[in-house]
C-alpha cells in the first residue's frame, strides 16, 4: 500500500508562485506515473500535469509555461512549481501515482491552493 503526503499550498497573490511536493512511502517498487490533478468548487477533478517513468511529461493547456512538474526518484517525491499564478487556478489539488505492474492508482488527501489579492 503506498501513502502520499502533500505539502505545499497555501494563499497567494495572483502572479506568485507556489510549490507543491508530494512524497509517497509504503510498499513502493516503481511507479508508471505521477502527477496532479486539481478540483475547484463545484467542478470535476481535473488533470494538471502528469510524469511518466520515463520522465516524459503533460500539462493541461490552461498551465502551459506557468507550471512545471518534476520528480526525485530516490525520495519518490513528485513536485509541482507553479508560476504567474491566476485565481482561476484556485483549488484543492490531489497527488496521484499509478504502481508499476498492478496499475493500482493511489491518491493524497489534498492541499488547497488559493489565488487572491
Known amino acids: 500500500q503506498v501513502q502520499l503526503v502533500e505539502s505545499g499550498g497555501g494563499l497567494v497573490q495572483p502572479g506568485g508562485s507556489l510549490r507543491l511536493s508530494c512524497a509517497a512511502s509504503?510498499?513502493?517498487?516503481?511507479?508508471?506515473?505521477m502527477g496532479w490533478y486539481s478540483q475547484a468548487p463545484g467542478k470535476q477533478r481535473d488533470l494538471v500535469a502528469r510524469?511518466?517513468?520515463?520522465?516524459?511529461?503533460y500539462y493541461a493547456d490552461s498551465v502551459k509555461g506557468r507550471f512545471t512538474i518534476s520528480k526525485d526518484n530516490a525520495k519518490n517525491t513528485v513536485y509541482l512549481q507553479m508560476n504567474s499564478l491566476k485565481p482561476e487556478d484556485t483549488a484543492v489539488y490531489y497527488c496521484?501515482?499509478?504502481?508499476?505492474?498492478?496499475?493500482?492508482?493511489?491518491w493524497g488527501q489534498g492541499t488547497q491552493v488559493t489565488v487572491s489579492s
Open positions: 496521484y501515482t499509478i504502481q508499476s505492474g498492478s496499475g493500482v492508482w493511489d
Open positions: 510524469i511518466g517513468s520515463g520522465g516524459n511529461t
Open positions: 509504503g510498499s513502493i517498487f516503481s511507479f508508471n506515473a
